[in-house]
């Protein structure tokens, strides 16, 4: 299994901006898809995005496409999350996932190694 650390959470204004990242040890990076998940106080985690990786394929939860955008630096075992145009309801803990199976997997059956999470708290 492979290790993961995110950092770069913080409370922001509505309409800022966060990058977070997620550190990746133990394994072959590259060998894992990432993906970003986000878990807000009464509510179900939720798929956010999800990198390929070889970061040439991603995908998008709805809510966020065109103002989220996931990439990865596999030389520095690590994945990014930019988040922007941020609004109150993108509030929760952010975590990310690791999963050699793939992307599918990790878009519809998350399992995997993940992260201890991040808090994102965008104020009004």
């Known amino acids: 299994q492979v290790q993961l650390v995110e950092s770069g959470g913080g409370l922001v204004q509505a309409g800022g901006s966060l990058r977070l990242s997620c550190a990746a040890s133990?394994?072959?990076?590259?060998?894992?898809?990432m993906g970003w998940f986000r878990q807000a106080p009464g509510k179900e985690r939720e798929f956010v995005a999800v990198?390929?990786?070889?970061?040439?394929?991603?995908n998008y939860a709805d809510s966020v496409k065109g103002r989220f955008t996931i990439s990865r630096d596999n030389a520095k075992n690590t994945a990014y999350l930019q988040m922007s145009s941020l609004k109150p309801d993108d509030t929760a803990v952010y975590y990310c996932?690791?999963?050699?199976?793939?992307?599918?997997?990790?878009?519809?059956?998350?399992?995997?190694?993940w992260g201890q999470g991040t808090q994102v708290t965008v104020s009004s």
């Open positions: 996932n690791a999963d050699s199976r793939g992307i599918y997997y990790i878009r519809f059956y998350p399992a995997g190694s």
């Open positions: 990198i390929s990786g070889s970061g040439g394929s991603t």
């Open positions: 133990g394994r072959t990076f590259s060998n894992y898809a």
